[in-house]
């Protein structure tokens, strides 16, 4: 069974105090791996899409990277607008996008 | 380039009554998602519609259901609502289907 998982569930941080948010996954047939950010009350914004084992995606202070087991989302010098929860999803050989349940980040100025 | 669109933004319903939700996806995409997210759970993949037609669906009654229209547009349908019905019900549109989908802003149902 397809599965995601992310860690930590909640992470705060100091502005400018660089970090890394894990998602390790489970999956038959690996048809892309998506990061999107999501403040509350609404839906989920589209950050990256990343496909293969080695590849790296960036965008202002994020960098997605990706294994065949875990992405890591690295967020550099954050700002108190990165603050939001972050999701990660996969999509399998069902072609289903399956989701984790995200981390809250809370930067502070 | 106006982005995936929902209605109503929020819905109050009683339990055992119907409940109609609306999607209109980005202009050009032909596949529409539909997802449950329950307070402290993820998201749940509901329904996914292309070119009309119901391509898969997740664990759901089948008192969950919906369509698209010929316009792409879709509705979900719940019927016979439950407490556990409650919920932000999230729309996503994709050029294809295996593209990264873009979400709309949400439906908050309310079942009381």
């Known amino acids: 069974e397809d599965q995601v998982t992310q860690s930590p569930e909640a992470l705060r941080l100091q502005e400018g105090e660089s970090s890394s948010l894990n998602c390790s996954y489970t999956?038959?047939?690996?048809?892309?791996l998506f990061w999107y950010r999501q403040d509350p009350g609404k839906g989920p914004e589209f950050l990256f899409t990343l496909y293969s084992a080695g590849e790296e995606k960036e965008k202002e202070r994020l960098k997605a990277t990706l294994t065949k087991k875990e992405s890591f989302l690295h967020i550099t010098a954050p700002k108190p607008e990165d603050s939001a929860t972050y999701l990660c999803?996969?999509?399998?050989?069902?072609?289903?996008?399956?989701f984790g349940t995200g981390t809250l980040l809370a930067v502070q100025p | 380039e106006a982005g995936v669109t929902q209605s109503p933004t929020h819905l109050i319903k009683t339990r055992g009554q119907q409940a109609t939700l609306r999607c209109s996806p980005i202009?050009?995409?032909?596949?529409v998602y539909w997802y449950q997210q329950a307070l402290g759970l993820g998201l749940q993949f509901l329904l996914w519609?292309?070119?009309?037609?119901?391509?898969n669906r997740g664990n759901f009654p089948p008192r969950f259901s919906g369509r698209q229209f010929p316009n792409y547009s879709s509705e979900l349908n719940v019927n016979a609502l439950e407490l556990e019905d409650s919920a932000l019900y999230l729309c996503?549109?994709?050029?294809?289907?295996?593209?990264?989908?873009?979400f709309g802003p949400g439906t908050r149902l309310t079942v009381t």
């Open positions: 519609y292309d070119e009309g037609e119901e391509r």
């Open positions: 999956v038959s047939g690996l048809r892309g």
């Open positions: 996503a549109s994709s050029l294809v289907q295996d593209h990264e989908q873009y």
């Open positions: 202009s050009g995409h032909t596949s």
């Open positions: 999803a996969v999509r399998g050989a069902t072609n289903k996008l399956i």
